[in-house]
C-alpha cells in the first residue's frame, strides 16, 4: 500500500470529522508507555508515562489550524489580544503588547495595582 492509495480515504476521515465535529472514540485512545526518568528504575516516581495517540487523530489535529484560523481571520473573529497560534504572534509579541499596555498606563499617570 502506498501514501497515494490511502490519502484520499484519510482526507475523507479526517473532513468529515471536521465538518460533522465528531471524533471516533477509537481515535480517543492512547498507548500508554512509562520512560525511565533516570536514577533507580525500581521505583514507581523514577518514570513519566508518554501517551502514544492515534496516528489519525494526530493528524485530525494538526488539520483543524489549516482549517479553522483562515476562517476565523476571514471574519474577523480574532482579537488583536489573541497571539496563540497565529502567525507571526507568539509569547514574545503577547509580553510586548502586556508591557506597552502597562507603559501607556504609566504615561497616562494611571495608577495600575497588582493584588
Known amino acids: 500500500m502506498t501514501a497515494g492509495s490511502i490519502a484520499l480515504p484519510i482526507s475523507i476521515l479526517i473532513n468529515r470529522s ?3 465535529a465528531y471524533v471516533p472514540s477509537l481515535w480517543k485512545k492512547a498507548f500508554v508507555t512509562p520512560l525511565h526518568k ?3 528504575n525500581t521505583g514507581t516516581t523514577n518514570f513519566c508515562p ?3 495517540p492515534s496516528p489519525l487523530s494526530k493528524y485530525l489535529e494538526k488539520c483543524i489550524p489549516h482549517q479553522l ?3 476565523l481571520t476571514h471574519n474577523h473573529l480574532l482579537t488583536p489580544t489573541q497571539h496563540g497560534f497565529r ?3 507568539s509569547t514574545t509579541t503577547a509580553l510586548l503588547s502586556f ?3 502597562i507603559n501607556c498606563a504609566h504615561d497616562w499617570e ?3 495595582h497588582s493584588t
Do not use: K, M
Open 50 to 52: 508518554i501517551a502514544i
Open 38 to 40: 533516570g536514577s533507580n
Open 87 to 89: 502567525p507571526g504572534h
Open 110 to 112: 494611571n495608577c495600575i
Open 18 to 20: 471536521i465538518q460533522e
Open 99 to 101: 508591557l506597552d499596555t
Open 69 to 71: 484560523l483562515p476562517y
